[in-house]
């Protein structure tokens, strides 16, 4: 596993990060200049869709004002800070990557939300945080980098609160072997795909029951074709964030969806009252 985890942070190793990110954002001004989640969304959306998809997982979340929300793999921190200025909650962001969740932090003091969203290191296998502390987790392309799914599941039940509610939007195996480089994984070696029968019933058995669960594969195709037909996929600006080679890796997982190799899972599960060990 140690491996294996070792292969998931050179992916994201993000070397110089804040600083690439401060010089793209140069184009909206001056650094002490305040910046809302939306101007930050060609940047720190990492997900098929991107601010499209997390608005829509949100209130399939049914999320509120009063609820303590977890972001797992949180990235640079867009999803967060874009649930915190909707809804009005408070929101915690954890990722295994350092250069990740210090660019999150950097990001956030930029549009003032540091008082209500904060960022941790930390591996999704072993949260940093309480029993029970949060009213809602989030989770959102990351599921295909871990191999221990019953690990991730049960840990994820573990700081829900019994009624918790956990959010998942998630690239399943559908149809064959997917074309690499993808956007999570350069090669196989990293790349722990789950169908949406076996992703559900993995989480199920950590404690959950299924609220709603609906296959968006379409709807990504669709996103995926416009995107092909607008110009080079998806926004470049991503490169800024995961490397040159984004729109590569970008464009593989368009194919594998359009090829029906790989679809999108969209699901909500209520925490059960019995913890899973």
Not at 18 to 33: C, I, N, P, S, V
Not at 78 to 92: E, S
Not at 103 to 119: C, D, I, M, N
Request: aromatic letters at 8%.
């Amino acid at each position: 596993m140690t491996d294996v985890l070792a292969g998931v942070r050179d992916h994201y190793r993000a070397t110089g990060l804040t600083e690439r990110l401060k010089a793209a954002l140069a184009t909206f001004g001056a650094e002490d200049q305040r910046l809302t989640p939306e101007q930050l969304g060609t940047l720190d959306q990492f997900h098929t869709r991107g601010l499209a998809a997390t608005a829509d997982l949100a209130k399939l979340a049914g999320i509120t004002a009063a609820m303590s929300v977890l972001d797992v793999g949180s990235g640079v921190g867009g999803p967060a800070r874009f649930l915190a200025a909707t809804y009005g909650c408070r929101v915690t962001g954890v990722d295994l990557s350092e250069p990740f969740v210090d660019a999150a932090r950097y990001l956030t003091e930029r549009t003032g939300q540091s008082g209500q969203v904060s960022f941790e290191t930390g591996s999704a296998l072993e949260l940093p945080f309480d029993d029970g502390r949060f009213d809602i987790v989030l989770l959102q392309h990351v599921a295909m980098n871990i191999a221990d799914r019953a690990r991730l599941y049960r840990e994820i039940r573990r700081v829900l609160t019994s009624g918790g509610r956990f959010a998942t939007f998630d690239v399943v195996m559908n149809g064959g072997e997917p074309h690499y480089p993808v956007p999570w994984a350069r090669t196989p070696a990293t790349s722990f795909l789950l169908t949406a029968d076996a992703t559900r019933e993995a989480i199920e058995a950590a404690g959950f029951r299924t609220l709603a669960s609906q296959d968006d594969t379409e709807t990504g195709k669709t996103w995926f074709s416009a995107l092909r037909a607008s110009g080079p996929p998806p926004s470049p600006n991503l490169g800024v964030v995961m490397g040159p080679d984004f729109p590569q890796l970008a464009a593989n997982l368009g194919r594998n969806l359009l090829e029906g190799r790989l679809g999108i899972l969209t699901a909500v599960f209520e925490a059960g009252s019995a913890n899973i060990g």
